[in-house]
């Protein structure tokens, strides 16, 4: 157990308190794909929802048409004062194509699009995947609480500790030593910022509501990354916070194959070179694979020693490989396909919950 501060406010779980904090004044954006239905997850997370009361709920839902309706159905049985906004409904699609907004679907895209709701429903959006074993009702108050303080910014943070195995992989050999090799030299205060999260990728984040507007969305996944990229121009150091929400328990990813780490590591790197480029940095591709192995080879080093302290298994080699598979997706960020912030569109949040609302009602998303 340690109290050690970054360049933001860290908030550590010292003794197990649960602070107190107006539920009612947050709404909580739940991105939720169909695979994620009916899951011990997923209810997990929306019965830690209902013990907390927050003023609304707004699921993010990406699912077929086949079975939209029921699994709607079954989020609407929560006790939960909760909307249901499903992202790839026809009419949502065709909203967004005629603002010249549409392109890729992903995490991101569903995201941003319960953003705008959200900051009209609630003094603080708060979002939370929907794939962690582990989440309490601890864990929504304890992000909230930073607001209250008068933060602008939050990001859970967490120990990846399954199976006697260290995991959190793409984010522990992946970002973490793609930006510490980017700091070697620079005094760039975003990778600063970058580097004082403790797990700069998790999915857990609360935000004011004028940040909400403000956010501009990566599509897919490096919608995290982005944020932070956004929270560092609106918040900065002293305007954000970290809090430890203990260990998480999350569905793993092959590093290999379709939506596997490898591909993430893509999206990741493309976010980041973006986020750097907005701020006029230029990253030196030509020598960062090599100085990202580099900076990878010393953790392993650390993780290793970390792992035999705690009597974990450890496959240096097989982390090693890893870091192997993540530098081919050290490249310079392909197109700008972000989402504007609500803040800039032409888009009211109004249409685009009437667009879902309209198509949950269709016989033919409840057959």
Not at 133 to 153: I, K, N, S, Y
Not at 309 to 320: G, I, M, P
């Amino acid at each position: 157990m340690e109290f050690t501060q970054e360049r933001v406010a860290t908030l550590h779980d010292l003794t197990g308190r649960v602070p107190s904090v107006p539920t009612d004044r947050a709404a909580v954006v739940v991105p939720m794909t169909g695979r994620d239905h009916d899951t011990v997850a997923a209810e997990r997370l929306l019965s830690a929802l209902e013990a907390v009361s927050p003023g609304r709920v707004i699921v993010a839902l990406r699912a077929p048409q086949d079975r939209a309706g029921r699994i709607a159905d079954w989020i609407r049985g929560f006790d939960l004062p909760v909307e249901v906004l499903w992202c790839n409904a026809d009419p949502v699609l065709s909203l967004l194509d005629e603002r010249g907004l549409d392109g890729a679907a992903g995490k991101g895209r569903d995201v941003w699009l319960a953003l705008g709701p959200a900051a009209e429903a609630g003094e603080y959006v708060l979002a939370h995947d929907a794939d962690s074993r582990t989440v309490t009702r601890a864990d929504v108050e304890r992000l909230l609480f930073p607001l209250h303080r008068g933060f602008d910014f939050a990001k859970g943070y967490y120990a990846r500790v399954e199976d006697s195995r260290l995991y959190g992989r793409l984010c522990r050999l992946f970002f973490v030593p793609l930006v510490r090799a980017l700091r070697a030299g620079r005094d760039a205060p975003v990778l600063a910022y970058l580097d004082a999260f403790r797990y700069a990728l998790a999915g857990e984040v609360a935000m004011t509501a004028d940040l909400a507007r403000a956010v501009r969305a990566e599509r897919g996944f490096g919608f995290e990354v982005g944020t932070l990229g956004d929270a560092f121009d609106h918040a900065g150091f002293s305007g954000t916070a970290q809090v430890d929400l203990g260990r998480y328990r999350h569905d793993h990813r092959p590093v290999s194959g379709s939506a596997g780490l490898a591909d993430m590591s893509e999206a990741v790197a493309g976010v980041l070179g973006r986020v750097l480029a907005d701020r006029g940095i230029d990253p030196g591709y030509g020598t960062l694979r090599d100085r990202y192995r580099e900076t990878a080879e010393g953790l392993i080093r650390q993780y290793g020693a970390d792992a035999a302290f705690n009597d974990l298994s450890y496959d240096a080699a097989e982390e090693r490989a890893q870091v192997a598979a993540y530098a081919d997706a050290i490249t310079p960020p392909g197109p700008d396909d972000r989402l504007p912030a609500w803040s800039a569109v032409d888009l009211d949040p109004a249409e685009v919950r009437a667009a879902s609302e309209r198509a949950l009602a269709a016989p033919t998303t409840t057959a």
